[in-house]
């Protein structure tokens, strides 16, 4: 077992934190269970109500108190009409194939999701969640002021150093950096896509030697072989979501499961189609269709909110041609098995990797 500046500050025993999956996969039986095996589980708040949170926290807290929520940072948007009425008629083939109905489209606003991006704070200072992240830019002075004086331990997300270096001057306890092998969508907020696009074994090292809060590395870590090379290059800890993913306490569409356990690297790719911003996962009949429109498409959130009926009408049909299939890079290293069997067999790969033992330290 590896013990380090990291999971001291996480509460963990194993240098493992479920990645914060939103949109429903992070359940509270996948946290706690994470939480159970030694890792870090995570809830994924990016799409959940304040009243949801709240909800979500105190079934969790039922059954453990070390666990941690991810928090979407709102960056302020404005809405077109025009080009919303554009993106919808892209839509429209896709919608007929489902035989979904013409509604008016439900776009929430920046300060719609300012509010309750306000609001999710207040439950965490609330309920006194142990552990809070960020993604798509970093909280205000007041915000990370409130979270520590009430004991949260912060996690900042980073795609390049530069990122690494913002999250540290913010505030930030700790910092995950996201290569470019992470699945869905990833955090960059100072960088577009083109220039946030940087390998993990290349941008551990940099983000290491630069930074001194502890570094969790994320995208394309699968088993032991994946976690040893992060920390033989200065990672502290890592972060796994498509091994998460396919685990039977997941809230993973079935469908989305099966498409990643039977999936090759090559079928993963870059789409902004779903959502507006680029986002890794498996290539289906939607992705691409929407190979060149997707270029066209509004910036998130507004496409994601146009296309969610499309895909909850997918998931109500067993339809995966038109679901947002999210994946890292490595979906042959999948397996569908418990959080128990993955976290034990995985941390005992590490160990013979590593030639760690129960008291060694790494620092």
């Not at 949170?53 to 969790?60: G, M, P, T």
Request: glycine share 8%.
């Amino acid at each position: 077992m590896i013990q380090n500046k990291c999971t001291k500050l996480l509460g963990i025993r194993h240098p493992i934190v479920q990645a914060p999956m939103a949109g429903g996969v992070t359940t509270t039986a996948l946290v706690t269970a994470s939480s159970r095996a030694g890792c870090l589980g995570m809830v994924g708040a990016g799409y959940l109500s304040a009243e949801q949170l709240h909800d979500q926290i105190l079934e969790i807290q039922k059954e453990t108190k070390q666990f941690g929520v991810n928090m979407f940072v709102p960056n302020p948007f404005t809405i077109n009409e025009s080009e919303v009425q554009e993106a919808q008629e892209r839509l429209q083939p896709f919608s007929n194939a489902l035989h979904l109905e013409q509604t008016d489209p439900s776009i929430k606003s920046y300060e719609a999701l300012k509010q309750t991006f306000d609001q999710q704070i207040e439950v965490i200072i609330s309920t006194h969640v142990p552990v809070c992240s960020f993604t798509f830019g970093l909280p205000s002075e007041d915000i990370v002021r409130r979270l520590k004086e009430n004991g949260t331990v912060l996690i900042g997300t980073a795609t390049t150093v530069s990122e690494a270096v913002a999250c540290e001057k913010a505030g930030m306890d700790l910092v995950t950096v996201q290569g470019s092998e992470a699945g869905g969508h990833r955090g960059n907020f100072l960088h577009h896509q083109e220039e946030s696009m940087i390998g993990l074994m290349s941008l551990i090292p940099q983000t290491a030697d630069t930074v001194k809060i502890p570094v969790i590395a994320a995208g394309g870590i699968m088993d032991g072989r994946g976690i040893a090379a992060s920390l033989m290059l200065g990672a502290q800890a890592v972060q796994m979501g498509t091994a998460f993913l396919t685990t039977t306490e997941s809230g993973a569409n079935p469908l989305h499961k099966e498409k990643i356990l039977s999936g090759d690297e090559d079928e993963v790719i870059l789409t902004r189609a779903f959502s507006g911003k680029w986002a890794r996962g498996l290539q289906n009949s939607y992705t691409l269709a929407m190979q060149q429109e997707q270029y066209l498409m509004p910036d998130f959130p507004i496409t994601n909110s146009l296309t969610k009926p499309i895909r909850q009408a997918a998931r109500q049909q067993n339809n995966s041609e038109f679901l947002s299939l999210w994946s890292g890079q490595s979906p042959r290293l999948a397996r569908s098995e418990s959080v128990g069997v993955l976290v034990e067999r995985i941390s005992k790969e590490v160990d013979i990797l590593l030639g760690s033992s129960p008291s060694q330290e790494r620092s």
